[in-house]
Structures are given as structure tokens and as C-alpha cells.
């Protein structure tokens, strides 16, 4: 399977792969990132250099009605494929899931259901060699019978005990029935191992008992859950009985490689300081009353994160490790970085003395509503290695080069390389970016009063130089660079004049940028027609810009508009389709892209966008409109322009991960959506309680407009697809973070 331990640390995969139930209703992480419909998947997966694939080979999707009728057609070319790419399976078949319709995780019946599926499975592919039966069963049995999130909703310790029991027994028979086709036959046992923190000493029993409880899946097969250990009354007490945990300790099934598996979420912090919280937070047991809340969001002292999590499991097991889910549903940035600790803490652990076999690159294709623990389904999408919302073929992300990286540093250790690797290749523009701290590390990951004395990384490391330092998207960058932990300058015109060849090769070798993110330029588009600024701006500045970058291999963004089309298109516009610009403004921005891509090939990101709106000035049309709306005035909004409105902070979000994935040419973002700019008015009116009523509309002559402005120029995108949120979520978070800047102002609105 994994090999042994000096045969070096190994790099493994997996696409997220749960299948839930809430209710009456399944969510589908396969489905939804579409892992179940692209074989080619596996050859992505493989290009990275893995030796391993956590392979989802699910009894609910791959025989719901028996073995007899299973799907075997995509069964035998998933695991054809993965032989010929020289990819190793590990067989998973349950993830956090309850079986088929008509079973559950309290069903007697359950056990032997999913050794039938597992026996037929062995039977057909005798070759695999590594076996995860029941994904993560502790972890499981919280959510399905201890907290009510799924099927079966239960919500005390006999339904958790119950649930855990009944996965546990069939993980062993599940073992049983592959061991009888093939011997050599291995259990890689994942779960996740969070640990709890108590606030005080009062509370350290709770913490105790559920620091305990944690190990109690694994401590389950190896047999150790005995008299004396320290959960066999409450096991007793919690309706297990004492005859069907001797069984299992009589005749144990202990794993060959012990996965851990490690979220921020998954340290927690107890806390009875009861007025710190809101009381819909208050829980406790049958004797306290306390918070359950995330430890990095209160604790002064930093996490224990991966290594924490190795070494204790390899003082308590003795048993072979891996790290078998690394994911971060973050920025792009955050990402790199958690990835980076995982695969720093495994090698440090290995160099300790510590067993470690692999670390796996986990929702490779990313996830679908984990924010809501898979309770609601919203679409909410966090990308992996790759991204699914684009068209066609997904879109690969800095994950994948930086998984590469690690393959490459295995290599270097003494592993051997994988059959067909690509060539060498850099992560992406992910580099300066990794060896920073996450927000896990730094104050802004505090939300509640801190408990103990705050401990907090301080960013450093090259910059992103950001030039227009008056303008909003600027100031925007700016802002979100510091939330993301990335180091910025932001520049006015004194600091770097774009268009002056000197200033900015003075700039450049002052700072040393990693990359530049440029957003001056003329923005004025009426004055543009007999304004000659306008052409200084918006094209010989830009490419003098990206001529001195590129030579230095630095990527840049660049800025342009949907006014480089005419609107006779009658539909959105995507990246390929032709400019036609009707005014001057429009004219220089069709300029500046051509001469953009033509010489800066590789290195320059040309971003497409129109109508900005956002909570952090007051010249934006929504901002401006909901103000005059309070104030009982009427607002007058053209009627015969067509646009696609983009809320500022999704921008920025959108184009630092793109700059870090390494993106270069053409995009369009802009959140999805085409409207009218009356439309617009009527939208956050309606979301912000006003009278939509007040809002006129004009054509755009009538508003004093001289330019000429395309009548349809909405923008959709053929290369990230949907990476841009809805255009009525984008106000909605508008609005949410208006009144939240307001409250921490007092009460004062943004002044329009």
C-alpha cells in the first residue's frame, strides 16, 4: 500500500466525495463538482505526481440496490484508468454517509450490506490493496446521532454511540470480506481529530471527555476498549453493551495506516464567560452551561494544527500515519499556505521519528456547501486543486503546481517518480505568497475577547504593488490585501507614474514586487472625447507598465470595460468575441488590451468589468442611490442601457486568485446578472426596504451623458464561468456590509 516508512513521504489525493441525507433530501459532492461524469478527472489527478487516490467507490452510488445490480461500467474504467496512469486506489465506500435509501447508521442490517458491496467489489478488483470502508465514523456519528444535522437526526449519546458502533462493525466486516479474496489487503482508518480547549478549570472534565472521545473509532478496532478504559461506563451507561465491545476488542481490526484528518474548525475552545457571546450560542451538558466556539477565534495562543494532531496520534497508536484531508475553504492565498504547514508539519514529524506515510491534496475538485455542514444546498462553492465553474474542462488552480512542488521535494527524499509526469513546473504564482501566516496565525483571526495573551504573526515578505492610490479599486486592493495577509504598497502617481519608463523602473527595483496590480487610469467617460489624457492613461501607460514588468517576469492585472463593445450583440459578451467601442473612452480600452497581449504574453492579466458598486465610498451609483432614496428624493437611472454590475470586493477577491493561479490573457468579471441601471436602483431598493418607487428612469442622453454608450453590453465569461457570485447575493452582502461599518461607526451612514 503506502510502502514503508523510509520509503519517503508520498503525496496522495482525493476529490471530496460525501454523499449526505438531510431529511429527504441527498447532497451529492460527486454530482456536484462532476467528478461522476469526467473520467479524465483521474489523469488531472494524476498529473500531479501522486502515488495514491482516495477513490470514491460509494455503496450508495455504486450499488443502492446490491451488489447484483451494481454500476460496474463506471466502476471498471474509473479503476482501469488509475491502473494505467500507475495511481493506487484507496477504496472508499461510505463518505459520511448512511447507506443506500433503507438503511441508516442505527440499522442492524447496515453491517452486512456494506461487507456485501465491499466482498463483490474485492472480488471484481482483487488488485486493490488499500481500503477506507467507513470515512471518518466518529466524526459521522456526530453529526448523524449526536447533533441532528443528518439522517438520522438523532440527538443524544445513545444515538452517537449507537451510529459509531454500527459503522465501526461494519468496517470490520467490510475487512473481513476483502481479506477473504485478498489477504494483503490494508485499512487506512481516517478520521478527524480535533482538539478541545477548555477556558476554564471548571471545564476541563467536558474538555477531557471529549479529547477522549475523539480517539474512540480507532480505539474501537485496535481492541483497546476495555474494563478500564476511559470511556467503557459512559459507553455502557450510552446503551452499547458490554458483550459487542468485548467482540470487537476479542477480535480487532486495527488499521495499517491511521489518517488524520485536520480542519481550523475542528479545534475547539470551551468557554463559560456566558455575557461575551450571543445567547443563541449558549449550550453546555447536563451540568454547565458554556460556548462551544473555535478555538482560533478566542484563544490567544496559536493552534497546535498538524503536528499537534501527528504526534499525539503516534504516542497514542504507534501505528503508521497520514495526513488524509487538507483543505481550506479560503482565499487562494490562505489555501497555499494551510497546504504549505500540512506537508511542512508531515516532513518535520517524519524527520522526529514519526511514522508519517503521505499527505493528501484533498477536495481536489473542490466543495459544495460545507459552510453549512451540508444542511442547506445553495451552491456555495469552495475551488481545490481545481476549479469546476468553468466550461468545460475545469480550470487548474496554484494547489495543483503546489502539489506538484511537494511530489518534486518527495522525489528529492528518495521516493520514486510516478510513469508520464509532466515536465518541471513552478507553482503558479503561488511562491510569494506561501511562507506567509494565515489568518489562523494573526490577530484578525479573533472575534470574541481573547483568552490569555495574544499571540499573532506579523505579515512580511515581498509586495504586490498596487498603483492608484486615490482611485476606489485601488483603496479596494488595498483593504483586502491586508485581510488576506498579502504585503502591498499601495502607489499614487509621485510613487510610480505608470506611463514614465524611468519612474517605473525605479519603482520596480525599489520594492522588488512579486507582481503589480494596476488600477489607475482615465475613468471619465464623457470627458474622454476631446480629453487627450484619456489615450496617456489608459494605453501608453499600461503598456509601459507591463513592458517593464514582463521583462522582469513580474505578472501584472490591468483594467478594462464593457464599453469596447458595441451592444448590437443582444446577449452577453464573452472574451472571444470582437470589440467594436463607440466612444473614446471605450476606444483606448480596446487599445490597451491589444497592445497588452501582444506584448506581454504570459505575464498580463487584462480584466474586463463595468458598473462598480461597493460599502467603502460613496460615489458608487448603488451607494449614491440608496442615499438619495432615505432622504425621500427621487433618483433617475438610465433605462436604455443594459449593463452587468460588479460588487468591488468580489473583483478583487476574483483577480487576486487569479493572479496567484498564475492567469494571464483576457477575462471578463463582473458578478452574473444584466440589468438595467434603473434595474439596479429597483434591486437595492427593494433589498433595502425603500420605496423603488422614487427611482425614474431616463435614457441616457436625458441624464447628460455626451459619449455614446453601447445599448446591451452585460458580460458573461467562457474561461471562469461562474467564479463571480449572483448579482442579488452581491447586493445582499453589500448591504450586510454596509450596516456592519455603520455599526462600528456608530450609527453614521456613509455620506453620499
Same mark, same amino acid.
Given at each position: 500500500?503506502?510502502?514503508?516508512? +523510509?520509503?519517503?513521504?508520498?503525496?496522495?489525493?482525493?476529490?471530496?466525495?460525501?454523499?449526505?441525507?438531510?431529511?429527504?433530501?441527498?447532497? +451529492?459532492?460527486?454530482?456536484?463538482?462532476?467528478?461522476?461524469?469526467?473520467?479524465?478527472d483521474?489523469?488531472?489527478?494524476?498529473?500531479?505526481?501522486i502515488?495514491?487516490?482516495?477513490?470514491?467507490?460509494?455503496?450508495?452510488?455504486c450499488?443502492?440496490d446490491?451488489?447484483?445490480?451494481?454500476?460496474?461500467?463506471?466502476?471498471?474504467?474509473?479503476?482501469?484508468?488509475?491502473?494505467?496512469?500507475?495511481?493506487?486506489?484507496?477504496?472508499?465506500?461510505?463518505h459520511?454517509?448512511s447507506?443506500?435509501?433503507?438503511?441508516d447508521?442505527? @440499522?442492524?442490517?447496515f453491517a452486512?450490506g456494506?461487507?456485501?458491496?465491499?466482498?463483490?467489489?474485492?472480488?471484481?478488483?482483487?488488485?486493490?490493496?488499500?481500503?477506507?470502508?467507513?470515512?471518518?465514523?466518529?466524526?459521522?456519528?456526530?453529526?448523524?446521532? &449526536?447533533?441532528?444535522?443528518?439522517?438520522?437526526?438523532g440527538?443524544?449519546?445513545?444515538?452517537f454511540?449507537? *451510529?459509531?458502533?454500527?459503522?465501526?462493525?461494519?468496517?470490520v466486516?467490510a475487512?473481513?470480506?476483502v481479506?477473504?479474496?485478498?489477504?494483503?489487503?490494508q485499512?487506512?482508518?481516517?478520521?478527524?481529530?480535533?482538539w478541545?480547549?477548555?477556558?476554564?478549570?471548571?471545564?476541563?472534565?467536558?474538555?477531557?471527555?471529549?479529547?477522549?472521545?475523539?480517539? &474512540?473509532?480507532?480505539?474501537?478496532? *485496535?481492541?483497546?476498549?476495555?474494563?478500564?478504559?476511559? &470511556?467503557?461506563?459512559?459507553l455502557?451507561?450510552?446503551?452499547?453493551?458490554a458483550?459487542e465491545?468485548?467482540a470487537?476488542?476479542?477480535?480487532? *481490526?486495527?488499521?495499517?495506516?491511521?489518517?488524520i484528518?485536520?480542519?481550523?474548525?475542528s479545534?475547539?475552545?470551551?468557554? @463559560?464567560?456566558?455575557?461575551?457571546?450571543?445567547?443563541?450560542?449558549h449550550?453546555?451538558?447536563?451540568?454547565?452551561?458554556?460556548?462551544?466556539? #473555535?478555538?482560533?477565534?478566542?484563544?490567544?495562543?496559536?493552534?497546535?494544527?498538524?503536528g499537534?494532531?501527528?504526534?499525539?496520534?503516534?504516542?497514542?497508536?504507534?501505528?503508521?500515519l497520514?495526513v488524509?484531508?487538507?483543505?481550506?475553504?479560503c482565499?487562494?492565498?490562505?489555501?497555499l499556505?494551510?497546504?504549505?504547514?500540512?506537508?511542512?508539519?508531515?516532513v518535520?514529524?517524519?524527520?522526529?521519528?514519526? +511514522?508519517?506515510?503521505?499527505?493528501t491534496?484533498?477536495?481536489a475538485?473542490?466543495?459544495?456547501?460545507?459552510?453549512?455542514?451540508?444542511?442547506?444546498?445553495?451552491?456555495?462553492?469552495?475551488?481545490?486543486?481545481?476549479?469546476?465553474?468553468?466550461?468545460?474542462?475545469?480550470?487548474e488552480?496554484?494547489?495543483?503546481?503546489?502539489?506538484?512542488?511537494?511530489?518534486?521535494?518527495a522525489?528529492?527524499?528518495?521516493?520514486?517518480a510516478?510513469?508520464d509526469?509532466?515536465?518541471?513546473?513552478?507553482?503558479?504564482?503561488?511562491?510569494p505568497?506561501?511562507?506567509?501566516p494565515?489568518?489562523?496565525?494573526?490577530?484578525?483571526?479573533?472575534?470574541?475577547?481573547?483568552?490569555?495573551?495574544?499571540?499573532?504573526a506579523?505579515?512580511a515578505?515581498?509586495?504586490l504593488?498596487?498603483?492608484?492610490?486615490?482611485?476606489?479599486?485601488?483603496?479596494?486592493?488595498?483593504?483586502?490585501c491586508?485581510?488576506r495577509?498579502l504585503?502591498?504598497?499601495?502607489?499614487?502617481?509621485?510613487?510610480?507614474?505608470?506611463?514614465?519608463?524611468?519612474?517605473?523602473?525605479?519603482?520596480l527595483?525599489?520594492?522588488?514586487p512579486?507582481g503589480?496590480?494596476?488600477t489607475?487610469?482615465?475613468?471619465?467617460?464623457?470627458?474622454?472625447?476631446?480629453?487627450?489624457?484619456?489615450?496617456?492613461?489608459?494605453?501608453?501607460?499600461?503598456?509601459?507598465?507591463?513592458?517593464? *514588468?514582463?521583462?522582469r517576469?513580474?505578472?501584472t492585472?490591468?483594467?478594462? =470595460?464593457?464599453?469596447?463593445?458595441?451592444?448590437?450583440?443582444?446577449?452577453?459578451y464573452?472574451?472571444?468575441?470582437?470589440?467594436?467601442?463607440?466612444?473614446?473612452?471605450?476606444? =483606448?480600452?480596446?487599445?490597451?488590451?491589444?497592445?497588452?497581449?501582444?506584448?506581454?504574453?504570459?505575464?498580463a492579466?487584462?480584466?474586463?468589468?463595468?458598473?462598480?458598486?461597493g460599502p467603502? @465610498?460613496a460615489?458608487?451609483?448603488?451607494?449614491?442611490?440608496?442615499?438619495?432614496?432615505?432622504?425621500?428624493?427621487p433618483?433617475?437611472a438610465? @433605462?436604455d442601457?443594459?449593463? =452587468?454590475?460588479?460588487?468591488?470586493?468580489?473583483?478583487?477577491?476574483?483577480c487576486?486568485?487569479?493572479?496567484?493561479?498564475? #492567469?494571464?490573457?483576457?477575462?471578463?468579471?463582473?458578478n452574473?446578472?444584466?440589468?438595467?441601471?434603473?434595474?439596479?436602483?429597483?434591486?437595492a431598493?427593494?433589498?433595502?426596504?425603500?420605496?423603488?418607487?422614487?427611482?425614474?428612469?431616463? =435614457?441616457?442622453?436625458?441624464?447628460?451623458?455626451?459619449?455614446p454608450?453601447?445599448?446591451?453590453?452585460?458580460?458573461?465569461?467562457e474561461?471562469?464561468?461562474t467564479?463571480?457570485?449572483?448579482?442579488?447575493?452581491?447586493?445582499?452582502?453589500? &448591504?450586510r456590509?454596509v450596516?456592519?461599518a455603520?455599526?462600528?461607526?456608530?450609527?453614521?451612514?456613509?455620506?453620499?
Amino acid at each position: 500500500m503506502s510502502g514503508p516508512a +523510509d520509503a519517503g513521504l508520498q503525496l496522495w489525493a482525493g476529490p471530496e466525495c460525501t454523499v449526505n441525507r438531510v431529511g429527504g433530501r441527498w447532497f +451529492d459532492q460527486l454530482a456536484a463538482s462532476g467528478f461522476d461524469r469526467r473520467l479524465d478527472d483521474l489523469d488531472r489527478l494524476a498529473s500531479l505526481g501522486i502515488a495514491q487516490l482516495r477513490m470514491p467507490l460509494l455503496w450508495e452510488r455504486c450499488a443502492p440496490d446490491g451488489p447484483q445490480q451494481a454500476d460496474w461500467a463506471w466502476v471498471d474504467s474509473r479503476l482501469q484508468r488509475l491502473r494505467a496512469l500507475g495511481v493506487r486506489p484507496i477504496a472508499g465506500l461510505v463518505h459520511h454517509g448512511s447507506g443506500p435509501a433503507g438503511t441508516d447508521l442505527l @440499522d442492524p442490517g447496515f453491517a452486512d450490506g456494506l461487507a456485501a458491496w465491499a466482498g463483490a467489489l474485492a472480488r471484481r478488483h482483487p488488485d486493490i490493496e488499500a481500503w477506507t470502508p467507513v470515512n471518518e465514523p466518529l466524526t459521522t456519528a456526530r453529526f448523524s446521532g &449526536l447533533y441532528g444535522l443528518w439522517w438520522p437526526h438523532g440527538r443524544d449519546d445513545a444515538s452517537f454511540v449507537r *451510529c459509531l458502533l454500527t459503522q465501526v462493525r461494519a468496517t470490520v466486516a467490510a475487512m473481513r470480506a476483502v481479506r477473504a479474496v485478498n489477504p494483503r489487503a490494508q485499512l487506512v482508518q481516517t478520521d478527524d481529530l480535533g482538539w478541545t480547549t477548555a477556558g476554564s478549570p471548571a471545564l476541563q472534565a467536558q474538555a477531557d471527555f471529549e479529547n477522549e472521545r475523539r480517539w &474512540l473509532g480507532w480505539d474501537l478496532l *485496535c481492541g483497546r476498549v476495555r474494563p478500564g478504559h476511559a &470511556l467503557w461506563d459512559w459507553l455502557l451507561r450510552s446503551g452499547a453493551g458490554a458483550d459487542e465491545l468485548l467482540a470487537l476488542a476479542d477480535a480487532p *481490526c486495527p488499521p495499517d495506516v491511521v489518517g488524520i484528518n485536520s480542519y481550523v474548525t475542528s479545534e475547539r475552545f470551551l468557554d @463559560d464567560r456566558l455575557g461575551l457571546y450571543p445567547e443563541a450560542m449558549h449550550g453546555g451538558n447536563h451540568r454547565q452551561r458554556y460556548v462551544d466556539v #473555535e478555538t482560533v477565534r478566542v484563544q490567544g495562543a496559536p493552534l497546535g494544527g498538524f503536528g499537534a494532531r501527528l504526534r499525539e496520534a503516534w504516542e497514542r497508536l504507534r501505528l503508521p500515519l497520514a495526513v488524509t484531508e487538507v483543505h481550506l475553504g479560503c482565499t487562494r492565498d490562505e489555501q497555499l499556505r494551510w497546504l504549505r504547514q500540512g506537508w511542512d508539519a508531515a516532513v518535520q514529524a517524519r524527520a522526529a521519528g514519526v +511514522d508519517v506515510r503521505a499527505v493528501t491534496l484533498w477536495a481536489a475538485f473542490g466543495t459544495f456547501d460545507w459552510d453549512s455542514l451540508l444542511t442547506r444546498q445553495r451552491g456555495h462553492y469552495e475551488p481545490g486543486a481545481w476549479d469546476v465553474r468553468t466550461p468545460g474542462a475545469p480550470r487548474e488552480t496554484a494547489l495543483a503546481g503546489l502539489a506538484r512542488q511537494f511530489a518534486r521535494e518527495a522525489r528529492a527524499a528518495g521516493a520514486p517518480a510516478p510513469a508520464d509526469e509532466p515536465a518541471d513546473q513552478p507553482a503558479a504564482g503561488a511562491a510569494p505568497v506561501l511562507h506567509g501566516p494565515g489568518w489562523w496565525q494573526r490577530d484578525i483571526r479573533i472575534e470574541w475577547p481573547v483568552h490569555g495573551a495574544l499571540q499573532a504573526a506579523t505579515v512580511a515578505g515581498p509586495p504586490l504593488l498596487i498603483t492608484g492610490a486615490t482611485g476606489t479599486l485601488g483603496r479596494a486592493f488595498a483593504r483586502l490585501c491586508t485581510l488576506r495577509g498579502l504585503p502591498h504598497r499601495l502607489l499614487t502617481r509621485q510613487d510610480m507614474d505608470i506611463a514614465d519608463a524611468a519612474s517605473v523602473e525605479a519603482a520596480l527595483e525599489r520594492w522588488q514586487p512579486w507582481g503589480v496590480v494596476n488600477t489607475a487610469g482615465y475613468v471619465k467617460v464623457d470627458e474622454a472625447e476631446g480629453d487627450a489624457r484619456c489615450w496617456r492613461e489608459n494605453v501608453e501607460g499600461p503598456v509601459v507598465l507591463a513592458d517593464a *514588468c514582463a521583462r522582469r517576469g513580474i505578472r501584472t492585472v490591468h483594467f478594462s =470595460s464593457d464599453l469596447v463593445f458595441d451592444g448590437r450583440k443582444g446577449s452577453a459578451y464573452v472574451e472571444r468575441d470582437a470589440t467594436a467601442p463607440l466612444n473614446a473612452y471605450g476606444r =483606448s480600452k480596446a487599445a490597451s488590451e491589444a497592445l497588452l497581449l501582444e506584448r506581454a504574453p504570459g505575464h498580463a492579466l487584462v480584466v474586463r468589468t463595468a458598473a462598480f458598486f461597493g460599502p467603502w @465610498d460613496a460615489w458608487n451609483f448603488v451607494t449614491q442611490a440608496l442615499a438619495a432614496l432615505r432622504r425621500g428624493e427621487p433618483w433617475r437611472a438610465a @433605462d436604455d442601457q443594459w449593463v =452587468s454590475p460588479t460588487y468591488v470586493p468580489d473583483l478583487v477577491h476574483g483577480c487576486l486568485d487569479l493572479l496567484l493561479d498564475g #492567469e494571464a490573457g483576457l477575462v471578463h468579471l463582473a458578478n452574473r446578472g444584466a440589468v438595467r441601471w434603473v434595474d439596479l436602483a429597483h434591486l437595492a431598493a427593494e433589498a433595502a426596504g425603500l420605496d423603488r418607487r422614487l427611482v425614474q428612469g431616463a =435614457s441616457g442622453p436625458d441624464l447628460g451623458q455626451l459619449a455614446p454608450r453601447p445599448r446591451h453590453a452585460a458580460l458573461a465569461s467562457e474561461r471562469v464561468g461562474t467564479l463571480m457570485p449572483t448579482l442579488d447575493d452581491a447586493v445582499a452582502r453589500y &448591504l450586510r456590509a454596509v450596516a456592519q461599518a455603520e455599526a462600528a461607526a456608530g450609527g453614521d451612514r456613509l455620506a453620499a
